[in-house]
Structure formats: C-alpha cells, structure tokens
C-alpha cells in the first residue's frame, strides 16, 4: 500500500537535546512537507521541498532543519534552539505543489520533559 | 497577504441535521481550495477540493462545498449528520506560482460534536 509512514508516533525529548522525527512516503511525490499542529492554531508550515537535494524554509523555521537526499525520505530534527518544541508534528507530501492534493502521514506526537 | 478564515472554532449538531461549516479566504489570484478532516491523534485526509470547472464539488461520506468566486467562500455541507462525521475540519487554500504560492495555508479549524 502507498502512503507516508511518521516514527515514532510518540516521541520524549529532555530539554536541550535534538531529535529527529521520520518521515518515509513510497508515493513517488516530488513535494514533501513538515508542519506543526498546536490546538487552536491550524496547522503552521515548518519545511518544504520541492525536488531531492533542495529545500525551504516555511513560516516557522527556526529551531529546525531538513535533509532531502532522498526523494523518499524527508527527516526533521527538532534542535535545542527551538524554545517550545511540544507539539504534533505531521509530514506530508504531495505530486507537485499547488492544485494537487497532500496526503498526510499519522503524525508523531513530541513532548518535552 | 493571503490567507483562510473558518468561523466557528466548534460547531455542534444533532444527529440528522444539516451540518454547515464555513470557510473564507482572501486572494489577489485565483485559488484553488480544500477541505480535510482530522479525527484525534491522526493525520488529515482529503474531503474534497476546487481547482477549477464546477464550483460545487462533491466528496467523500456525503459532504460537499460550493465555490463562491464573489463571496470568496468555499462553505462545506452535508445534509444529515452522523455521529462519525465528529472531528476537526480543516479548510485550505494553494495557489498557482512558484515559491511559497504553491503550498497549502489551512484555516485553524473547526471542531464538528454531533449529539445523539
């Protein structure tokens, strides 16, 4: 079955260490995505890429990074320069950008403590 | 500067009834517009969307919306609700173009109760 698989689901980070969230799709899409999901505040865009090898940044970038060296694979780490890591992080990916629909993996679940 | 408004953060039905979810974006260009549907702790899946010829789209378990180019509105529907239609809604708007036109900017949700 195709789709985008997120690991872990659940995630504890301590403070001050940086972890990195997977996220694999065998969908064969170009366009890969990272967002955050607060309660009540929509779903906000961390990362894009558009192509292997090329990335960029989205509305909330600092205190993350990406690697794109594969097109089906697309990791996030959190690093300890991210003040409010806590979050439900999801990736998703989609054909190309714009009029395509974006098919999301299950979500991980971060939290600090 | 565009952007997604959905009114309502929590909307509660009976069983039966109409549900209306709204959603209203602003845009110097013409879009192309979603609806999602979040139960807890999953991802999103697709309800439908608009990217162009008729403006009233039909998706999955009976919901549909209506593009409204003067109105610059795309309102989701569905004419009776079940108890498993409860879970957050996500309308979002992508554009044409290169940069960030093409990535999805989603409203911040609306949570559906449906009472028995």
């Known amino acids: 079955d195709g789709g985008i698989t997120q690991s872990p689901k659940y995630l504890f980070r301590k403070e001050g260490q940086n972890v990195t969230l997977s996220c694999e799709q065998n969908l064969n899409h170009d366009a890969m995505y990272w967002y955050r999901q607060d309660p009540g505040q929509g779903l906000r865009l961390i990362y894009y890429?558009?192509?292997?090898?090329?990335?960029q940044k989205g509305d909330i970038a600092e205190g993350y990074s990406v690697s794109r060296e594969k097109k089906e694979s697309f990791p996030l780490t959190v690093t300890s320069a991210q003040k409010n890591p806590t979050a439900f992080y999801l990736c998703?990916?989609?054909?190309?950008?714009?009029?395509?629909?974006?098919?999301f993996g299950q979500g991980t679940r971060l939290t600090v403590v | 500067a565009q952007s997604v408004t959905q009114l309502g953060s929590h909307v509660s039905v009976s069983e039966g009834a109409l549900v209306l979810l709204r959603c209203n974006y602003s845009?110097?260009?013409?879009?192309?517009l979603f609806w999602y549907v979040q139960y807890p702790n999953q991802g999103l899946q697709l309800l439908l969307k608009y990217t162009t010829g008729a403006t009233l789209v039909k998706g999955i378990n009976g919901f549909e919306a209506e593009f409204k180019k003067s109105e610059t509105s795309f309102h989701l529907t569905k004419p009776s609700a079940h108890m498993s239609d409860a879970a957050e809604y996500f309308c979002a708007v992508s554009f044409r173009g290169g940069g960030s036109q093409g990535n999805l900017i989603f409203g911040k949700g609306t949570k559906l109760s449906v009472k028995p």
């Open positions: 890429s558009q192509i292997v090898n090329d990335f």
């Open positions: 998703a990916s989609s054909l190309v950008r714009g009029n395509t629909e974006a098919f």
């Open positions: 845009s110097s260009v013409p879009p192309y």
